[in-house]
C-alpha cells in the first residue's frame, strides 16, 4: 500500500510539479494511470470454493516465479452467488518475475498446495492483459482429494479391483460413505474419520506414522502419501469437520 502511494506521489510530483501529496483524493483523481504489469482476467465456472477452511486454505488466482512454490502476488477467488456459477476475476499489476499464474489453493504461507489451472509462461508474455476461461472447474476440498489422493494411489487397493483391502472402498462416490464416522477393522475402538479429531482419525494415524509394525499390518501407509501438504490437507480436512 505505501509503495502504491509513493509510486503515486512520484509520478504526480514529474507530471505537474507537485511536491507533496497529503490530500486523499489523489487516488480518484489519478485513476487512469496504469498499474504497473500485466492483467490477467479470469472466467471460471465454479464449485467448491467455500470447502476450503480458511484461514488455512484459500482459492486464489496466485502468480509464481522460477522453481518457486511461494505465491508473488495473489488474489483471493470469492465463491459464486450459487454453487457452479460464473466467477470473474481480475489480478492486475503482474511484474515480469512472474512466470506463471494459477488457480490454485493456497496456504497461510501463501505456498501452493494444490493447482487446478496454469496459464504457463508463453501466453503470459503474450500481451499485457490476458483473458482467459478456465471453464467449470470443482474445486471442493474433498473432491480435491478424492481425486489427487484417493484415485491416484489407493485404490489400486482400495476398491477398483473386485475387492477392496481392509473392505475400504475409496473409489469415486464410495470413499465419504466408507471413511466418515466408520468404525476401524484394524484398530478396535478408533473410527477410519473422526471429525475433527485427525490424531484420533486411523485414516489420518497411518498415513503420517507407520502403524504397520504396532498393529501388525502388511503395509507400512506412509510410503502412500506424496507429501506433506498434502498430508497437512487431509488433517484439516478432519480437523474441520470431514465434510464432504
Ligand atoms: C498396496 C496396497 C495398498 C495401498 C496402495 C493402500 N492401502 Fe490402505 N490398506 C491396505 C491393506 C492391506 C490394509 C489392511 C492393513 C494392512 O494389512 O496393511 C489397509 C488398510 C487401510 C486403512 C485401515 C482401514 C480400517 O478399517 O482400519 C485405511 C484407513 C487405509 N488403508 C487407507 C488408505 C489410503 C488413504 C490409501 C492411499 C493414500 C491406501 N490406504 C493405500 C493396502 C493398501
Known amino acids: 500500500m505505501m509503495r502504491k502511494i509513493l509510486y503515486l506521489c512520484i509520478f504526480a510530483g514529474t507530471l505537474i510539479g507537485l511536491t507533496a501529496c497529503d490530500d486523499g483524493r489523489l487516488y480518484e483523481d489519478e485513476s487512469p494511470i496504469a498499474v504497473e504489469g500485466r492483467t490477467v482476467n479470469l472466467l471460471a465456472h465454479l464449485s467448491g470454493i467455500a470447502s476450503w477452511p480458511g484461514p488455512e486454505y484459500y482459492v486464489e488466482l496466485a502468480g509464481f516465479g522460477d522453481d518457486s512454490e511461494y505465491a508473488l502476488i495473489s488474489k483471493a477467488i470469492p465463491a459464486p452467488s450459487t454453487e457452479g456459477g460464473e466467477v470473474s476475476i481480475q ?68 476398491g477398483a479391483a473386485t475387492s477392496a483391502a481392509a473392505g475400504l472402498y475409496l473409489t469415486e462416490g464410495r ?38 509394525i504396532a498393529e501388525n499390518w502388511r503395509y507400512n501407509h506412509t510410503a502412500e502419501v506424496v507429501n506433506e501438504d498434502i498430508l497437512a490437507l487431509i488433517r484439516t480436512w478432519i480437523n474441520s469437520g470431514a465434510k464432504e
Open 91 to 158: 489480478l492486475a499489476g503482474i511484474k515480469d518475475n512472474v512466470k506463471r499464474v494459477e488457480l490454485c489453493v493456497l496456504n497461510r504461507l501463501r505456498k501452493r498446495v494444490l493447482s487446478f489451472y496454469t496459464i504457463e509462461e508463453a501466453d503470459l508474455k503474450a500481451s499485457s492483459t490476458i483473458n482467459v476461461d478456465a471453464g467449470t472447474l470443482n474445486v471442493g476440498m474433498y473432491h480435491t482429494m478424492q481425486e489427487r489422493v484417493f484415485n491416484t494411489t489407493c485404490v489400486n487397493c482400495h
Open 175 to 212: 470413499s465419504y460413505e466408507a471413511l466418515v464416522g466408520v468404525p476401524s477393522v484394524k484398530m478396535e475402538g478408533l473410527h477410519i474419520v473422526e471429525p475433527g479429531k485427525a490424531d484420533e482419525s486411523v485414516l489420518y494415524q497411518a498415513l503420517a506414522t507407520d502403524v504397520s
